[in-house]
């Protein structure tokens, strides 16, 4: 096979893995909106709400294998020539930091969500809050560091 169809290739489905990763981090920040609302009215359908947001978390993780395989892929076609540029490894670093973010403050309030709705009781209130709080700072981010990786790809500088 051609260099540049397996370039084309893996460019493909990086785009595919960044649009799940990006589609499904804005569906999970739309859904968290719905489910404070709703949680706050109606505990049980803020429960029903929860469960459909942890389903999303495998095709977040799915877009996330997918992205980086994929940009090996392409630094493999292309013997390394991106990393010499700025804007890559720019890039590289704001992934991390994406990646991290996930793993150390995603999951651990996520968890602790999940948790402190399955006790519920009045004393949660102040927990949620707090919860609340820090889920939306994560989100945030997340949806920053995406934008940031979009333009990074588009505005390539040296």
């Known amino acids: 096979m051609e260099t540049q169809t397996i370039l084309k290739t893996f460019l493909f489905l990086h785009l595919l893995g960044l649009i799940m990763i990006a589609g499904s981090t804005l569906i999970n920040f739309l859904n968290y909106k719905q489910f404070w609302k709703q949680y706050?009215?109606?505990?049980?359908?803020?429960?029903i709400i929860m469960q459909i947001i942890s389903r999303l978390t495998v095709l977040t993780a799915i877009g996330g294998v997918v992205l980086i395989l994929s940009g090996i892929g392409m630094m493999a076609a292309t013997r390394g020539v991106f990393d010499q540029f700025t804007w890559f490894k720019i890039k590289m670093v704001i992934l991390l930091l994406l990646i991290l973010n996930v793993v150390l403050v995603g999951r651990r309030n996520f968890a602790r969500l999940q948790k402190t709705v399955k006790a519920a009781g009045e004393q949660s209130t102040g927990v949620m809050a707090y919860l609340k709080r820090n889920i939306s700072r994560f989100q945030y981010?997340?949806?920053?560091f995406l934008l940031l990786i979009i333009l990074l790809s588009i505005f390539k500088f040296t």
């Open 40 to 47: 706050a009215i109606d505990r049980e359908k803020g429960i």
């Open 141 to 144: 981010a997340q949806i920053t």
